[in-house]
């Protein structure tokens, strides 16, 4: 295929792409946006979507001088009949954000030959040479969608000349690991093995070498929300050895596909503040819920009265930061350790860490993608969304310190031999509920610590996120990271005179990314007032004129 010119590709992709397009007709009326993490919308809608991010994944593949991009069939969070699809960059990041415009237009171009016509626009604006090879892996969660939806993919791949590799059914995590592992296999520093078993052999060798000599971790039950985590959680814990990691999986069936995120996993238990079905919570003991494609993680427990307590992604990020910082102290290097958060930050948690554990804060936009690329700011950047979505990046100059520097004692020996097996345990391509749990484990048990002790850093002010259904999402536009809302024009002055009303009350609404709904957040000095504030913003939304 190198043989081949520029132009000889320009006719055989024309004619490739218009004959299986036409096996994917895009749906009339419907405008597709690429939104917070990706293309979102119940699975029957999608197969001319994921037809055409084939096409796009190639294209970004020849962009980047053949390097592997990676396309993950997935709705995570959402319910069962919906899915989704997106793209994940050479270094195991999501696809970059100037590259969403394509995305967008791909998918709504009418008939094929505007969608050609586009392909090629792109491929000549950006100076791509079609002759260059592509290379494009991918993989799916567990839902009824997947299977039909690959096979459109296929064909987008296949239609433009793209080598693709398809890795079955895995977590959206390990499919960024495996993209990494594969653009860094011959360079100076490869990430791992790029396999799904490489990815258990990296991760659970870390935590056996962190651990080893530090006490018996905590026991753990685990709500899979009956997606793909469930099994590979399993199979992680084989590698790892139950006389290390004593983790019970529940909710993990995932033959029942209408059981995937329903009444269980992360963001149930995140937004209804409550322990998910399937799962009776030991007093004090430790308790966690992925989402439906494992990349999001929150943790729990229960008082002997059942009373449930919430370690979300504010608590890990607290306690990741205060770890880490703890350990740069003994280790004595100039490193930097820092967190990013979004407005949906419980306001208590952003205080604690600038105050009390004195580490910079830095607040962006909902998405990982926003935060991860603030957290590559920092020497260590600890970035969570309260939702549980998140991880910590070492950046290349902070390993190349610790690789280096020469302990002056034991004590400085151990920080710095801890801190680059956290490197290696914690996936450093996208926030992944697996390693996540790990990475807690792991701090938890150096710190002899149980979820009480844990959750004691600081108090969370109540709070409460409420979904709103509108005629039009689009209509709501923010600003200053999303916390200010700019358009419908004057609703913001009502927020804020409610918001006014309240004891330490915070109120914002912003349209999700993922879901066809605005998203209210409050939170207030009460559980009464932030039930109450939540309400009242949300009615006024509801009731706003568009
Ligand atoms: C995705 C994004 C997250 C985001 C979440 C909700 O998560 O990756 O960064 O917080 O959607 O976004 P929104 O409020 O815009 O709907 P996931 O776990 O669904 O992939």
Known sequence: ?????????????????????????????????????????????????????????????????????????????????????????????????????????????????????????????????????????FARDTRESGPALVAALKDGLSSSGV??????????????????????ANS???????????????????????????????????????????????????????????????NDDTATVEKLNHQCGADFVKTQQQQPLGLEPKPWAL?????????????????????????????IASLAAVFIRDLIKVSALDLEVGVVQTAYANGSSSAYLKDTVKVPVKVTSTGVKHLHHAAQLFDIGVYFEANGHGTVLFSPSAIKTLETAEAQSPAQKDAITTLLSLADLINQTVGDALSDLLMVITILTYMRWGPQEWNRAYTDFPNRLVRVVVPDRYVFKTTNAERVLVEPVGLQAEIDALVKKYNC??????????????????????????????????????????
């Open 287 to 315: 308790h966690a819920s992925l989402d439906g494609d494992a990349d999001r993680i929150v943790f729990y427990y229960v008082d002997e009265l059942n009373k449930f307590f919430l370690l979300d992604g504010d608590k």
């Open 188 to 250: 100076s520093t490869p990430y791992g093995t790029p396999s799904e078993i490489g990815y258990y052999e990296k991760l659970s060798a870390a935590f056996k070498t962190i651990l080893a000599g530090k006490g018996k971790p905590p026991v753990v039950t685990v709500d899979a929300a009956n997606g793909v985590g469930g099994p590979k959680l399993d199979e992680l814990a084989k590698y790892i050895g139950a006389e290390v990691l004593d983790v019970t999986v529940v």
């Open 1 to 137: 295929m190198s043989e081949q010119t520029s132009d000889q590709m320009t006719t055989q992709y024309s004619t490739q792409i218009k004959m299986f397009s036409a096996l994917h007709p895009r749906p009339k009326d419907r405008t597709f946006t690429y939104g917070t993490a990706g293309f979102r919308l119940l699975g029957s809608l999608l197969d001319s979507v994921v037809f055409r991010v084939g096409l796009l994944a190639g294209l970004r593949s020849r962009k980047l001088k053949s390097q592997t991009i990676g396309v993950m069939i997935t709705a995570s969070h959402n319910p069962p009949a919906d899915n989704g699809v997106k793209l994940v960059d050479p270094q195991g990041e999501m696809l970059e954000a100037s590259w969403e415009v394509y995305a967008t237009k791909f998918a709504n171009a009418v008939a094929e030959d505007e969608l050609v016509s586009e392909y090629f626009a792109v491929a000549k604006a950006l100076q791509i040479d079609l002759a260059t090879p592509a290379n494009v892996i």
């Open 505 to 546: 009350g915070r109120s914002f609404v912003r349209p999700s990314g993922t879901e066809d709904a605005i998203r209210v957040y409050s939170e207030a000095a009460s559980r009464l007032e932030a039930d109450e504030l939540a309400k009242k913003v949300a009615d006024l939304v509801q009731a706003w004129p568009l």
């Open 163 to 184: 080598e693709y590799k398809d890795y079955g059914i895995l977590t959206t995590p390990q499919l960024h690991y495996i993209v990494k592992c594969i653009n860094t």
